[in-house]
Nanobody, 116 residues
């Protein structure tokens, strides 16, 4: 079992930056991908960034060049560094992990609001 807890959301002006953190507790050695999703009001949850166990990193086109995903394995923490934020980045951001058996773990979400 894995528990995920996000933090770091908040209110920021357009052009600003935030860093989201996701701390994991518990163990599941079959994790093969970890990443961030977001869900804006009235929209479907969408993938923002993902790191696979093979080290591949992918970003949504809408955040490429602005967001960076990283991990600190010693701290069991994953980060999402968000720069040049836009109002359309406003959403609840969720930490996510998937196993080789397609079991999914989700955090509770952290709100990011970008004002224009």
């Amino acid at each position: 079992q894995v528990q995920l807890v996000e933090s770091g959301g908040g209110l920021v002006q357009a052009g600003g930056s935030l860093r989201l953190s996701c701390v994991a507790s518990g163990r599941d050695f079959s994790i093969n991908a970890m990443g961030w999703y977001r869900q804006a009001p009235g929209k479907q949850r969408e993938l923002v960034a993902v790191i696979t166990s093979g080290g591949n990193i992918n970003y949504a086109d809408s955040v490429k060049g602005r967001f960076t995903i990283s991990t600190d394995n010693a701290k069991n923490t994953m980060y999402l560094h968000m720069n040049s934020l836009k109002p359309e980045d406003t959403a609840v951001y969720y930490c996510h992990r998937r196993t080789v058996w397609n079991r999914e773990y989700w955090g509770q979400g952290t709100q990011v609001t970008v004002s224009s």
